[in-house]
Nanobody, 118 residues
């Protein structure tokens, strides 16, 4: 079956960095757009970064542009999110998502907590 397993969350001080990973299995990696979402307490889940199925293009929410970087490793079937210059407002549960290109078929990971605090 399809599985998305995130890792790499944790507690970090303001200005610090983390790298999140999402290992995908049970699907054809190159057929899916890969996304990272986040959800802070009391707020809606928001899309923050995407990488196309081909891996050739990326998009970012304004709130993270210039600080976060999404990448995909096809042989490892893993998607990464590098988080730099973290601020307390970045505290949230971060979710990996894979959406089959040109469909509404999508899968979610279980989420990983990122807490930015001094």
């Amino acid at each position: 079956q399809v599985q998305l397993v995130e890792s790499g969350g944790g507690l970090v001080q303001p200005g610090g960095s983390l790298e999140l990973s999402c290992a995908l299995s049970g699907l054809t990696f190159s057929s899916y757009v890969k996304n990272w979402y986040r959800q802070a307490p009391g707020r809606e889940r928001e899309l923050i970064a995407s990488v196309s199925a081909s891996g050739r293009s990326t998009n970012y929410a304004d709130s993270v542009k210039g600080r976060f970087t999404i990448s995909a490793d096809n042989p490892k079937k893993t998607v990464y999110l590098q988080l730099n210059s973290l601020q307390p407002d970045d505290t949230a549960v971060y979710f990996c998502n894979a959406r089959l290109t040109n469909t509404e078929i999508n899968y979610w990971g279980q989420g990983t907590q990122v807490t930015v605090s001094s």
